[in-house]
């Protein structure tokens, strides 16, 4: 129906709980994509996802496969809120008589994944330097024991308490050690560094996820007034959002790299999105742009497959139902 009004906070409700749920099942291969994305020629530690889980399991124990989860799932309800919210939001607004265009869906996907990036880019800002630690950990030992002094003071400029001069071990830091050290140093902009490449890889990931998966969800339809099956719906977020992770995989390396802020003594640093696009082509050639493009369409998949399910089952507006409503 062309006046059928949305239920923001059901939405909102619906888009939270999919991602705490989507979450939970994917952060081993999301840690394992961030791990092989910063892999740089002459510093691989990994093979592939499944070497890479194997050995953070040896080295790390079943848990360091969450490192960075906890900030994930504490930011990941606000994130995919907005995301599916606002794109419901633009959709509603944009429609003529229940019906959008192409074009209107590609908008609505666009202004959906402009508004995300207010949560996306602090959250991954932490995640990927909580992720990335084990990695970093285990390069920064040389084989008799200590620590390269390049690599203590790179990681003490970043953590200063938790790498004391004469240590040979490193203690990983918290989320909100991070938050303090970054807003101490450089302020809400530590936080929002690589807010250029996330918009980047933000925008054209909702331009095309959104309008495929309305299409692709559509097919499944009985009827015109009618819902598609949940299957239906999880098979079309599934599709749809691995064909939009691969298309837009290279900025999600240029972003990675850009937020990771510690470094092997051998790996390059970079001052911006063209500087990092120069130096992974001229070190490391065009197919460094593809790595964990296939842990991204992992992750990516079940993710928002179960996304779309928690969100077209009505979770939210089944739960805002048990609450009295108010007299007009």
């Given at each position: 129906m062309a006046d059928k009004q949305?239920?923001?906070?059901?939405?909102?409700?619906?888009?939270?709980i999919a991602g705490l749920i989507g979450v939970t099942c994917v952060f081993p291969i999301d840690l394992a994509k961030t791990r092989l994305q910063n892999q740089q020629n002459g510093s691989r530690l990994y093979t592939s996802m499944s070497d890479c889980l194997i050995k953070t399991i040896r080295s790390e124990g079943y848990f360091g496969m969450y490192r960075g989860a906890a900030v994930n799932l504490t930011l990941v309800t606000p994130e995919k809120a907005i995301k599916l919210a606002a794109n419901d939001f633009f959709r509603h607004h944009l429609s003529k008589d229940g019906k959008l265009t192409l074009f209107k869906e590609m908008?609505?996907?666009?202004?959906?994944?402009?508004?995300?990036?207010?949560?996306?880019?602090?959250?991954?800002?932490?995640?990927?330097?909580?992720?990335?630690?084990?990695?970093?950990?285990?390069r920064k030992f040389s084989p008799r024991g200590g620590l390269a002094r390049n690599e203590i003071a790179a990681q003490r400029k970043l953590m200063p308490e938790t790498v004391p001069v004469g240590t040979v071990e490193t203690k990983s830091p918290t989320a909100m050690q991070l938050t303090r050290e970054l807003l101490r140093e450089k302020g809400i902009a530590g936080l929002y560094k690589g807010l250029g490449a996330t918009l980047l890889r933000d925008v054209p990931f909702s331009i095309i996820y959104f309008p495929l998966f309305a299409n692709l969800n559509n097919l499944g339809k009985r009827g015109s007034d009618d819902t598609a099956p949940f299957y239906v719906s999880f098979i079309s977020g599934c599709v749809a959002g691995s064909t939009a992770a691969v298309a837009v995989n290279?900025?999600?390396?240029?972003?990675?790299?850009?937020?990771?802020?510690?470094?092997?003594?051998?790996?390059?640093?970079?001052?911006?999105?063209?500087d990092c696009i120069r130096k992974i082509m001229r070190n490391e050639g065009p197919s460094a742009f593809l790595k964990g493009a296939y842990c991204r369409a992992l992750v990516i998949a079940p993710l928002f497959g179960i996304a779309q399910v928690v969100y077209f089952l009505g979770v939210g507006e089944f739960i805002l139902s048990f609450l009295p409503k108010k007299d007009n």
């Open positions: 949305i239920s923001l906070p059901a939405k909102l409700i619906n888009g939270g908008l609505a996907g666009c202004g959906a994944g402009t508004c995300q990036v207010i949560v996306t880019t602090p959250m991954e800002m932490l995640k990927i330097q909580l992720q990335d630690a084990g990695r970093l950990g285990k290279p900025v999600d390396v240029i972003k990675t790299r850009l937020q990771s802020l510690n470094r092997g003594s051998t790996e390059d640093t970079y001052s911006g999105v063209t």
